[in-house]
């Protein structure tokens, strides 16, 4: 029987949305470590996969990977994230450039929104920078464990600021009071993994890019 989930608007949506511009704006920070993610990704992708991302923010990681595969269906949970994104590829698409399998769509995992068609689930579900800014993370992977095929791959990158919760720590907290900050949740690498694990998959391949908090894992659905 099918796990009924909660479709609850995660609290973080609106701050999220409101930062959504800023986040366009702003550049990639470290670039080699960027190319070797989606290097990386791109080696675990098949021509006709049917992929979904979550937290795909602006959309500029979907548009890179999106002509990899079949199907690519980008989500995130701030409609603002959304807007411009679909503002992203409308350009592409009037250029001839837009991967032909690409939507995307205002969801979470819990939504109806992420059903695969069919019965077969998705061959492969993305999640980069995502984790440590989920309050469930544990019921995030049990759902993402249900939406993939046997065999399919969890493929993540999480920031693990768990040697730097001291600092970050309460900075965080107040800036959260004042709306300046989302949740974020503090793993060590060993955390993070574990967490993956015990949702029920497993560890295949892990990177830091980059280096010394940016965690890459690959996990196969058990």
Request: hydrophobic share 40%.
């Amino acid at each position: 029987m099918a796990t009924t989930w909660s479709n609850d608007v995660p609290s973080s949506a609106g701050f999220w949305s409101k930062m959504a511009r800023k986040y366009a704006a702003h550049p990639i920070k470290d670039e080699a470590a960027y190319e070797k993610t989606l290097s990386r990704t791109i080696e675990h992708l098949g021509p006709e996969d049917a992929v979904l991302e979550l937290g795909c923010g602006t959309g500029s990681t979907a548009l890179r990977l999106a002509g990899n595969v079949q199907s690519y269906l980008a989500t995130d949970f701030a409609d603002g994230m959304i807007e411009i994104a679909e503002r992203k590829l409308s350009g592409e698409q009037e250029t001839g450039a837009a991967p032909e399998g690409l939507r995307f769509a205002v969801a979470d995992v819990f939504s109806e929104k992420v059903e695969p068609a069919g019965d077969g689930g998705y061959d492969a579900v993305l999640a980069y920078n995502f984790l440590h800014l989920v309050e469930n993370g544990e019921d995030t992977l049990a759902r993402t464990r249900e939406l993939l095929r046997p065999g399919g791959l969890f493929i993540s990158k999480s920031v693990c600021l768990k040697k730097r919760a001291w600092l970050f720590g309460p900075m965080v907290k107040v800036m959260q009071l004042f709306g300046k900050a989302p949740y974020v949740r503090f793993y060590s690498f060993k955390a993070l993994e574990d967490l993956i694990a015990a949702a029920g998959f497993e560890i295949i391949e892990t990177g830091t890019y980059p280096a010394p908090f940016s965690r890459f894992v690959v996990a196969r659905k058990l």
